[in-house]
């Protein structure tokens, strides 16, 4: 079953704004990750935050968790067409070591 | 440094066959966690190795079975393959143990087929 769940399913802006994606879960956690898939090959890690950890940058990456409300955003800034993808959101469950579980993702298409 | 890597890319197989796949973990890392990616759907956790044992199991059926050697590296076996098997298969590699405060590193996945 999921853990996470990821919103919007399907998100497409033009080119240089920013985007915006939410995923909430159900349980508590020690962390939660942000993955990348392109064209449903591996996936690629992009930020892991801490539920001691309220943001996190990395690049044109914003991620922020807020624990109170089981939830976690990704802001993608400057968009690129590159960075059309899936975006997934991943978490493990507290006193479970290293399984994560992974949401149903957000399709995300940058229009040119 | 390679990082994960799986064989093979591709597999097409018929309904009933047996199916080995197999990943090599991230140098540095001793545990390997397989999930299966249907069409337009996050990954699910199959099961994970560490110390050559199966250590935590999701919801798949005992025809899947797994294995690891004493090199890190794991084996993803599935038996009497069912069109429902089609999916990308993905293993990650992780360090035991460290309370979840470590990423996960993807392979590429095999795109498994069956026909």
């Known amino acids: 079953s999921q853990q996470g769940e990821e919103d919007p399913q399907a998100l497409s802006i033009q080119e240089g704004e920013n985007a915006t994606m939410n995923c909430s879960y159900k349980?508590?956690?020690?962390?939660l990750q942000w993955y990348r898939q392109n064209s449903g090959r591996g996936l690629v890690h992009l930020i892991l935050i801490r539920s001691n950890e309220r943001e996190k940058h990395s690049g044109r990456l914003r991620v922020t968790l807020d624990t109170s409300k089981k939830s976690s955003s990704l802001l993608i800034t400057a968009s690129r067409a590159a960075d059309t993808a899936s975006y997934f959101c991943?978490?493990?469950?507290?006193?479970?070591?290293?399984?994560?579980?992974f949401g149903k993702g957000t399709r995300l298409h940058i229009l040119p | 440094d390679a990082g994960v890597t799986q064989s093979p890319t591709h597999l097409i197989k018929t309904r009933g066959q047996q199916v080995t796949l197999r990943c090599s973990p991230k140098?540095?890392?001793?545990?390997v966690s397989w999930y299966q990616q249907a069409l337009g759907q996050g990954p699910q956790f199959i099961f994970q190795y560490y110390e050559e044992e199966e250590r935590q199991r999701g919801n798949f059926p005992d025809r899947f079975s797994g294995h690891q050697f004493p090199n890190y590296s794991s084996e993803l076996n599935v038996n009497a393959l069912l069109l429902g098997d089609s999916a990308l298969y993905l293993c990650a590699s992780s360090l035991y143990g460290a309370g979840g405060n470590t990423e996960a590193f993807f392979g590429q996945g095999t795109r498994l087929t069956v026909v």
């Open positions: 991943a978490t493990d469950l507290m006193n479970r070591d290293d399984k994560i579980i």
């Open positions: 349980t508590s956690i020690n962390n």
């Open positions: 140098s540095g890392h001793d545990t």
